[in-house]
């Protein structure tokens, strides 16, 4: 069963665009939501996380926005670069246990 | 310097042969991780261990066995492999088991299984 459901599966933006990629989960006892960002040949690296206590996290160009009770959380990529074409991952998972991570998203950036 | 490394890069074998993939990290980190990503990119945990102990074995056939010698180092021993062995088998650390502690992730052993 998968615990964390991720959306689109591909995305394609161009150049400048506001890339949004969709993670919903089920388990209410999840209390933290990690994104981790992906290129080819190489392992997953932390990008930006999450509480359930707030609704919205920003870094840079990257923000998480988080809707505690409709169990969704949000990657928006902001003005988006062909640097950023990786997949992404959304996970989750509650302290004192293990993460599930969703099934990833590939962005393409088009210059 | 590499934080997490794993050796080899790409592993390529047959049917019912005995591999082992090594894992370090210099991060002076107390939990280590295996993690395998399927052909769709799927990534899910197969163990973790903190200060040499197990923690975590998820629903893993037991021809895996993970061996923890000190801290630094997480090898993977897998018997008689499977075609549906092959994989992409990450590695990974952090300071503790606190969800909120960063994994920070090896570059991935690519296993071939013919």
């Known amino acids: 069963q998968q615990q964390v459901k991720q959306s689109p599966q591909s995305l394609i933006v161009q150049k400048g665009g506001i890339s949004i990629i969709n993670c919903a989960y089920e388990?209410?006892?999840?209390?933290?939501f990690p994104w981790y960002q992906q290129f080819p040949g190489k392992g997953p690296a932390l990008l930006i996380a999450i509480r359930p206590d707030v609704s919205e996290k920003k870094e840079g160009r990257f923000t998480i926005s988080f809707n505690k009770s409709a169990k969704q959380f949000s990657l928006h990529i902001m003005d988006s670069q062909p640097g950023d074409s990786a997949t992404y991952f959304c996970?989750?998972?509650?302290?004192?246990?293990?993460?599930?991570f969703g099934t990833g998203t590939s962005l393409t950036v088009i210059p | 310097d590499t934080a997490v490394s794993q050796t080899p890069k790409y592993l390529v074998t047959q049917m019912g042969n005995d591999k082992s993939i090594k894992c370090e990290q210099n991060?002076?980190?107390?939990?280590m991780y295996w993690y395998k990503q399927d052909s769709k990119k799927f990534l899910k945990i197969m163990f973790s261990?903190?200060?040499?102990?197990?923690?975590i074995n998820e629903t893993v056939p037991n021809r895996f066995s993970p061996k923890s010698p000190d801290k630094a180092h997480l090898n993977l021993h897998i018997n008689s492999l499977e075609l549906g062995d092959s994989a992409v088998y990450f590695c990974?650390?952090?300071?503790?088991?606190?969800?909120?502690?960063?994994?920070?992730f090896g570059p991935g052993t690519r296993l071939t299984v013919t």
């Open positions: 388990n209410t006892a999840f209390d933290y």
């Open positions: 991060l002076g980190h107390d939990t």
């Open positions: 996970a989750a998972g509650s302290t004192g246990n293990q993460f599930y």
């Open positions: 990974a650390s952090s300071r503790g088991l606190a969800i909120s502690y960063e994994q920070y």
């Open positions: 261990y903190n200060n040499k102990e197990l923690i």
